[in-house]
C-alpha cells in the first residue's frame, strides 16, 4: 500500500497565473483556499514551496483544478533539485562503492 505524500511542492508562476486567469486577488485566492494572504504571497514568489495535502486540495479547489490535474506542482526533475546545477559532461558518476 503506499503512502500519500506528506506535501507537495507547488510552482509560484502556476499558482500566479491560474489565480490571474480568475481575476483573483491574492486576498480573494487566500480566503477561498482558507490560508493567509502572506502565505499566497510567499508560494507565489518561490519563498515557499511545501504544502501539506489538506492545504494543498483548498488551494486546488480555490483555482477550479481537478484533482487528477498536476499544473500547480513543480516538475519532478525540479523538486529534488540542486543536483541539475551540478557539472555534467555526459559521463556517468561512478558510484562511491566502484573501485574505479
Do not use: C, W
Amino acid at each position: 500500500m503506499e503512502r500519500p505524500q506528506p506535501t507537495f511542492q507547488v510552482e509560484g508562476a502556476a499558482i500566479r497565473t491560474l489565480r490571474m486567469k480568475l481575476g483573483l486577488t491574492q486576498a480573494q485566492l487566500a480566503e477561498l483556499a482558507q490560508i493567509s494572504r502572506p502565505y499566497v504571497t510567499q508560494l507565489e514568489n518561490g519563498d515557499r514551496s511545501d504544502m501539506r495535502p489538506p492545504t494543498y486540495k483548498r488551494l486546488r479547489t480555490a483555482l477550479q483544478i481537478q484533482e487528477d490535474d498536476r499544473s500547480l506542482l513543480t516538475p519532478p526533475e525540479e523538486q529534488h533539485g540542486k543536483e541539475s546545477h551540478a557539472r555534467h559532461d555526459g559521463e556517468p558518476r561512478p558510484h562511491p562503492q566502484d573501485p574505479g
